[in-house]
């Protein structure tokens, strides 16, 4: 540590276990202030456990054995305390104990010369200690699906993802590493989606709603506003909640482009977006026209887990699939057939054919028709949303999203005349 070059580097390391660990006590002696059952250490009590850390490092000549014996027998006393925390409250409370501990890595931490970790650990404690009526309260709100959906997402990027192997297989050169983190973004997005969501518990209204459920899934999202349409007399909400919906599906596109393949969202940044703010601007402006209906705007519609590990190897399995069909069609069938493969496919779920053409193959994509099967491919997908709501909503409300979503299929094509 530099700036007290009038102190020996040990008196400085021996001041900056001081400061740290003085810290922790600190705020433990303001937790026994505002408690009236018995708590063990204070503000001398932690400072001398991190100086206790730092000797036994500096005795030891940093040897990790002598270090683990010294943790080993203060740890020793802490059960000594707990134990007698327990016989005279009755309280179970082992935060103190654990902070005393992790006192004692400070201080062996300095003598190693590890500040960075040593002041982290530190902050880390105190924010941990501080904010635990928040921590409780949230804990106590999240239920356990929730949990759950977060850990079915670390299972697919953190346990998955890094035992696949990052190299090509096969005559169409499929890369198991690069096809998952496809899986892994998309996931994302949809998780990121599912968690406002949650956040927001129904708050907001159908046209956050409508902009939370677009990011996840357009065409999900529109078939629900439908269903609502159906009992709701708000056409003109429903209607401009369904073409907003439809302009976040560019702006997901754009961002899984943009991550995926530069060249290709390079091309289609400016139609993407450019379609995206009139879907919004123009959905939002539907939304404002008066409804026959003075009931009240129906609240937004409940959030639904987005993230199944089955649903994830279905996706993989129709990535690889659209990978493998894009390079036929541009081997044997040449644009059209590629132009035909997107139309066809913007019936369904357009994610594994628009990914599968940001990556390449033994017959790599042209650029350019490439960026026309993406617009085809939504505008195609914007026709069938528009079919789903006129089929699922009420009348009105059917003919304008079906209207909307087929200008905006028409609007989404006239970049391929560019």
Same mark, same amino acid.
């Given at each position: ?7 020996? !580097? =040990?008196?400085? *390391?021996?001041?900056f276990v001081?400061?740290?660990s003085?810290l922790?006590?600190?705020?433990r002696? =303001?937790?026994?202030l505002?408690?009236d059952?018995?708590?063990?250490g204070?503000v001398r009590?932690f ?7 730092y ?32 016989s005279s ?17 400070i201080g062996?931490?300095?003598?190693? *010369?590890?500040?960075?970790?040593a002041?982290t @650990?530190?902050v880390?404690s105190i924010?941990?200690?501080e ?5 409780e ?17 670390? @299972?697919?990027?953190?346990v998955i993802?890094p035992l696949? !192997?990052?190299?090509?297989?096969g ?14 973004a998309?996931?994302?997005v ?6 406002l *969501?949650?956040?927001l518990r ?7 709603a409508?902009l ?7 065409t999900v ?5 439908a ?9 003109q909400?429903?209607a401009?909640?369904?073409l907003?919906?439809?302009g ?7 961002? $899984?482009?943009? $991550?995926f393949?530069?060249?290709?969202m390079?091309?289609?940044?400016? !139609? ?8 919004l601007?123009g959905?939002w402006?539907?939304?404002?026209r ?5 009931a009240? !705007?129906?609240a937004?519609?409940a959030a639904?887990?987005p993230?199944?590990?089955?649903t994830?190897l279905l996706f ?19 644009d ?6 997107a139309?066809?496919m913007?019936?369904?779920d ?22 026309g099967a993406?617009?085809?491919?939504a505008a195609s997908?914007n026709v069938?949303?528009g079919?789903?709501?006129y ?13 909307l $979503? $087929? ?11 560019w």
């Amino acid at each position: 540590m530099k700036g007290l070059n009038w102190l020996p !580097p =040990e008196g400085t *390391q021996v001041l900056f276990v001081l400061f740290l660990s003085f810290l922790l006590g600190l705020e433990r002696e =303001e937790h026994k202030l505002q408690d009236d059952r018995y708590s063990f250490g204070g503000v001398r009590t932690f400072p001398l456990i991190g100086l206790i850390g730092y000797g036994v490092a500096v005795v030891s000549g940093g040897d990790l054995l002598l270090q683990a014996a010294g943790f080993a027998i203060v740890a020793g006393f802490l059960l000594l305390a707990y134990w007698h925390k327990l016989s005279s409250s009755g309280y179970s409370g082992v935060t103190t104990e654990m902070s005393g501990l992790a006192t004692y890595l400070i201080g062996t931490l300095v003598y190693h *010369q590890a500040f960075w970790i040593a002041t982290t @650990l530190t902050v880390a404690s105190i924010l941990l200690l501080e904010m635990k009526t928040r921590l409780e309260s949230l804990a106590r709100r999240m239920d356990t699906s929730d949990l759950l959906t977060l850990a079915k997402f670390l @299972l697919l990027a953190a346990v998955i993802l890094p035992l696949l !192997p990052d190299q090509p297989f096969g005559p169409f050169r499929i890369n198991p590493f690069e096809t998952w983190l496809v899986v892994v973004a998309v996931s994302g997005v949809s998780y990121g989606s599912y968690v406002l *969501q949650r956040l927001l518990r129904g708050r907001g209204g159908i046209v956050l709603a409508a902009l939370l459920g677009g990011a996840y899934s357009s065409t999900v999202t529109t078939i629900v506003i439908a269903r609502r349409a159906a009992a709701d007399d708000r056409p003109q909400l429903s209607a401009g909640a369904t073409l907003m919906a439809s302009g976040m599906m560019y702006l997901r596109l754009a961002g $899984l482009l943009a $991550l995926f393949n530069r060249s290709l969202m390079s091309r289609l940044a400016v !139609p993407f977006l450019a379609l995206a703010a009139l879907a919004l601007a123009g959905g939002w402006l539907w939304t404002r026209r008066p409804d026959s209906s003075t009931a009240a !705007p129906a609240a937004g519609f409940a959030a639904k887990n987005p993230l199944e590990v089955g649903t994830a190897l279905l996706f993989a399995t129709l990535f690889v699939a659209m990978l493998i069909a894009t390079a036929l069609a541009v081997r044997y069938l040449g644009d059209l057939g590629v132009y035909s493969l997107a139309g066809i496919m913007g019936v369904t779920d357009v994610d594994p054919f628009i990914m599968g053409l940001t990556q390449s193959s033994p017959v790599p994509t042209p650029l350019p028709v490439a960026a026309g099967a993406i617009l085809i491919a939504a505008a195609s997908n914007n026709v069938i949303k528009g079919i789903y709501a006129y089929a699922w909503s009420s009348r009105r409300a059917g003919i304008e999203s079906l209207g909307l $979503l $087929l200008a905006l299929g028409a609007l989404g094509l006239l970049p391929l005349w560019w």
